[in-house]
């Protein structure tokens, strides 16, 4: 599979996808949705443990339980589509092996997960555990420390910066990924788009500096209008927990979000965050 594919997006728009049937079925139908729901539960329980359990409060069990959840996570997409199975012998036939593959998975996770603990804990645990006595996991030694209240977490400050954040981002990703992923180094970003029909399993599908650039520059951008601009760990946090899950599941097959139509059509969306929304799919 050369990479031409990836600099030329317009050649592959003639017959399908962006402009040609409106919705793509959903092939899993119910069950779909059911796993869709299950991720879903799984990513923000995920970077809530992150902050519950800060390093020095047993953060190791929310580091360890990360990875077995993905685990599981991708163990239910591989039961219940097709797709991870064909996207895995589709890696191998572009010389993408076993190890390389297991290899990606691993890295992906450090950079994305152990990363997203990695700054929770040293930018807004302090300021965000709203953890007090009494609660479930008492028995695992998490003390409780500030109060942030639901009108703060939910309330319209949050709101507007969390918009803030996301367009932070998503002027990080644009250009790195338009630029050079796709134009100055699609060699990089071609194990990813081996998977042209995505779902969650493509989501840990990257060469190592795929991920770096893919996930890095978001992350970079948005955590320096925190540190500078916003100074506010209560948004910051709503956004890693937030965007974790709206990159990741950008791959999902029931949702077909804009990214899943990147991979599907390579079409020209090359927003992962906000801009997304506005593309007219
Ligand atoms: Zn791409
Ligand atoms: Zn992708």
New binding site residues.
């Given amino acids: 599979m050369p990479t031409e594919f ?1 600099m030329n997006p317009n050649d592959h728009l003639k017959n399908k996808g962006k402009y040609g049937e409106k919705k793509d079925p959903n092939e899993l139908g119910m069950i779909g949705w059911v796993a869709t729901a299950y991720y879903t539960v799984c990513y923000f329980f995920m970077n809530h443990c992150f902050i519950k359990f800060p390093y020095h409060t047993h953060g190791y069990w929310s580091l360890a339980g990360s990875f077995l959840l993905l685990t599981g996570m991708l163990a239910v997409d591989f039961a219940v589509s097709k797709t991870p199975m064909k996207n895995v012998e589709r890696l191998r036939a572009n010389g993408y092996n076993t190890q390389v593959q297991i290899g990606s998975f691993v890295w992906v996770w450090v950079v994305s997960h152990f990363g997203s603990w990695l700054f929770l804990n040293m930018l807004c645990t302090e300021m965000l555990n709203t953890h007090t006595e009494g609660d479930w996991y008492d028995w695992l030694g998490a003390e409780p420390v500030v109060e942030a209240s639901w009108y703060a977490i939910f309330g319209p400050k949050t709101l507007i910066y969390l918009a803030i954040l996301f367009t932070a981002a998503d002027l990080g990703f644009m250009p790195v ?1 338009e630029y050079f ?2 134009k100055t180094a699609p060699h990089i ?1 071609h194990m ?2 081996v998977c042209v029909s995505s779902s969650l399993h493509s989501s840990y599908v990257f060469h190592a500096l795929d991920i770096v650039c893919e996930f890095g520059t978001p992350v970079a951008t948005a955590t320096l209008t925190h540190l500078f601009i916003l100074k506010d760990p209560v948004s910051y946090y709503m956004w890693v927990a937030a965007s974790v899950w709206w990159y990741f599941m950008g791959h999902d097959e029931t949702l077909k979000m804009a990214h899943w139509r ?1 991979h599907k059509y390579r079409v020209q969306d ?1 927003s992962a965050y906000w801009f997304a929304l506005f593309s007219n799919n």
Avoid: A, E, Q
């Fill in positions: 990836l990924h992923l796709h970003h990813h788009h990147h090359y």
